[in-house]
């Protein structure tokens, strides 16, 4: 017998419909911005950080590459060129790490394959190495996010072939944190778990799968300080299928 989860409203919603948010606390700041937009196509992206829109650091088994494709602006193609162990590069704040208010980290992730032979994954960090969030897709296809109290959400069907947008809200004064991948909310207002109440860095992790072939896209990395309106997906019946298992 089938069991049927718990279905959001976002699963429903109709093609370019946004959900607007709102959050009591504004002040229009961009602590972050990496688009790409400005790099050369098929070059090496590079370290002079995020200031000039490249990353704080890359690691040396790490192909990080500028591609004009699959996004439709530029963005970053990402390859390890040592499986079977994961490696990273980095984007940190370009000043100092926040710790009051309202921290929001935007995404858009391109996979093409995810499971067992490919598993990269983003992990969130204070100033301090403790993350305060992990995102990673798991050997079934689905995605999984952990903190410091445990396990998040689990079970999140993880698309390829097409953008997979991320939008990450922290509440630096109460600990808590809420989530959206692929335009539905997963995580609601949960107490992480880190006393390091602040946000610094961006960690890109590569496969620590087996497939040399194995490589993601990422693009329009932000970080801000308001919870701007979150765009959902029209539903296709292979998209709400996802949402029924046995």
């Not at 060129?81 to 929001?104: I, M, R």
């Amino acid at each position: 017998m089938k069991h049927i989860r718990s279905i959001p409203l976002a699963a429903f919603a109709l093609p370019l419909c946004m959900v607007v948010v709102p959050w009591a606390s504004r002040a229009d700041q961009t602590y972050l911005s990496v688009t790409f937009d400005d790099k050369e196509i098929d070059a090496p992206l590079g370290t002079g950080g995020t200031a000039i829109g490249e990353a704080t650091w890359i690691g040396d088994k790490v192909d990080a590459i500028v591609r004009s494709t699959p996004f439709p602006t530029p963005c970053l193609e990402v390859h390890d060129t040592d499986v079977p162990y994961p490696h990273n590069l980095g984007f940190e704040l370009p000043t100092a790490s926040v710790s009051t208010g309202l921290v929001v980290i935007i995404m858009d992730l391109w996979y093409e394959q995810v499971g067992e032979s490919c598993q990269p994954y983003i992990e969130l960090y204070p100033a301090q190495w403790q993350a305060l969030l992990r995102i990673r897709p798991q050997n079934d296809g689905t995605i999984t996010l952990t903190d410091l109290s445990g396990t998040a959400a689990e079970g999140i069907p993880c698309p390829t072939g097409r953008p997979l947008p991320i939008l990450v809200a922290f509440d630096m004064d109460a600990g808590t944190y809420s989530a959206w991948l692929d335009g539905s909310q997963v995580v609601a207002d949960r107490a992480h778990g880190n006393p390091n109440r602040n946000f610094y860095r961006v960690l890109i992790n590569t496969s620590s799968g087996t497939d040399p072939d194995c490589r993601f896209w990422i693009d329009q990395i932000r970080v801000i300080d308001w919870m701007p309106s979150v765009p959902t997906r029209a539903t296709t019946w292979g998209t709400l299928r996802a949402l029924f298992r046995d």
